[in-house]
């Protein structure tokens, strides 16, 4: 799909409002766990080692934000990725930043070389 150019400005509130949704290190994580496989808020604060009340909160977001979706299961709330590209974003930031290493890494490996 090809983006209007320029990007109308309710285009680019809802873009901007996807990576706020992302943007936080905490919903990074719950993303992370929820690659392997819906989850409740009980394990997801089980994995991540965080309270409940928070973790509650960083999915209402996700989910606010059609990130993840949420199901139920008797009394039980079960949350999923919703929208695969999220993923797909975070596997390309990753190999940029991988990308940035290796060229710091050669860089520091690289004997110095001074103009005489």
């Known amino acids: 799909m090809a983006l209007p150019h320029p990007l109308p400005d309710e285009i680019v509130d809802l873009i901007a409002r996807r990576f706020r949704a992302i943007g936080e290190p905490m919903r990074i994580k719950i993303l992370d766990r929820l690659r392997t496989g819906e989850a409740t808020v009980a394990e997801l604060t089980e994995a991540l080692n965080a309270g ?20 139920r299961d008797g009394n039980r709330v079960i949350y999923a990725i919703a929208d695969e590209s999220v993923l ?27 103009d005489a």
């Open 52 to 71: 409940q009340q928070n973790i509650s909160k960083h999915l209402g977001v996700l989910a606010d934000a059609g990130i993840v979706s949420r199901r």
């Open 88 to 114: 797909t974003i975070c596997e390309t930031v990753c190999g940029s930043i991988e990308q940035q290493l290796r060229e710091l890494h050669q860089l520091l490996r690289s004997p110095a070389t001074v």
